[in-house]
T-cell receptor, first 114, second 115 residues
């Protein structure tokens, strides 16, 4: 499967600031990347789907102006949490998909907003 | 949209025993069913998957079965080991249009293998 990295693995920020999370596909050209959010002891919730070179498609209930996604190349997608608040604290995970079915996940980024 | 139910939510077995986790899905159009293992603080790892044109798939100690008529699929782990302890998620893939296939996840099963 694909090898996916995320950076940073853990970040603490103050309320009202913005945080950028990077997702890289290290050995695979990912035409599609997905961003998920996972709260403690809960399942993964899809936030958005991004295709290289086009705008992301957000799931219902996800604020596109708050969670900015940029998929500028076949190996890099970024998620920016703007004006973060404590309720945005969560585990953010990206996945890559090059073929029609399989998704391979990154190690996740733990965001804590104080 | 798709809805995936997963049972049980927790499962405790003795080392060497078998473990079975079951999932049901609602959308008959779903045609891809992966299973993921997630260890604490890490991202999910794809351990096995099955497509709707196959009824069973096995990979060493892990097997998955699919019943399309009943819309359920199961994960079977034999000869469990302590390192199998983790949260396991089932998922179903629904064609969301174009070339994107979204995964809908079950709520997860915390498997504990006692030595």
């Amino acid at each position: 499967g694909a090898v996916v990295s995320q950076h940073p693995s853990w970040v603490i920020c103050k309320s009202g600031t913005s945080v950028k999370i990077e997702c890289r596909s290290l050995d695979f050209q990912a035409t599609t990347m997905f961003w998920y959010r996972q709260f403690p002891k809960q399942s993964l919730m899809l936030m958005a789907t991004s295709n290289e070179g086009s705008k992301a498609t957000y799931e219902q209930g996800v604020e596109k102006d708050k969670f900015l996604i940029n998929h500028a190349s076949l190996t890099l997608s970024t998620l920016t949490v703007t004006s973060a608040h404590p309720e945005d604290s969560s585990f953010y995970i990206c996945s890559v998909s090059g073929r029609r079915y399989e998704q391979y996940f990154g190690p996740g980024t733990r965001l804590t907003v104080t | 949209g798709e809805n995936v139910e997963q049972h049980p939510s927790t499962l405790s077995v003795q080392e060497g025993d078998s473990a079975v986790i079951k999932c049901t899905y609602s959308d008959s159009a779903s045609n891809y069913f992966p299973w993921y293992k997630q260890e604490l603080g890490k991202g999910p790892q794809l351990i096995i998957d099955i497509r709707s044109n196959v009824g069973e798939k096995k990979d060493q100690r892990i097997a998955v079965t699919l019943n399309k008529t009943a819309k359920h699929f199961s994960l079977h782990i034999t000869e469990t080991q302590p390192e199998d302890s983790a949260v396991y998620f089932c998922a179903a893939s629904t064609d969301s249009g174009g070339s994107n296939y979204k995964l809908t996840f079950g709520k997860g099963t915390l498997l504990t293998v006692n030595p």
